[in-house]
């Protein structure tokens, strides 16, 4: 199992990003995907999650009417949709799975064992 998160950079406030989480050697929509983040010295925290079984997906309060989650099934891949953002979502973003991995409404998830390398998000003027 391998993720590859991509698609971060430098943006101005208000401005849009696509984060992209590929999958190889498993098949991406058979399983919860996460979103993570991490800004410097603080704690990570999840932003978002996809299930895998009927693709509902859930944000923290924090990004909620800003961010989207989908997922491309015949791309492998689950997309982070960013927008109006602001200079405290800079960090760098994860995607991240395991088998027994799942979402929950309060986006309080477990941590996951397979993680992507992480794509850095910089927001700024």
């Known amino acids: 199992v391998q993720l590859q998160a991509s698609g971060g950079g430098l943006v101005q406030p208000g401005g849009s990003l696509r984060l992209s989480c590929a999958g190889s050697g498993f098949t991406l929509e058979h399983y919860a995907i996460g979103w993570f983040r991490q800004a410097p010295g603080k704690e990570r925290e999840a932003v978002s999650c996809?299930?895998?079984?009927?693709?509902?997906?859930y944000y923290a309060d924090s990004v909620k009417g800003r961010f989207t989650v989908s997922r491309d099934n015949a791309e492998n891949t689950v997309y982070l949709q960013m927008n109006s953002l602001k200079p405290e979502d800079t960090a760098v973003y994860y995607c991240a799975t395991d088998p027994v991995f799942f979402c929950r409404d309060t986006l309080e998830l477990p941590t996951p064992d397979y993680w992507g390398q992480g794509t850095l998000v910089t927001v700024s003027s």
């Open positions: 996809i299930r895998g079984s009927d693709g509902s997906t």
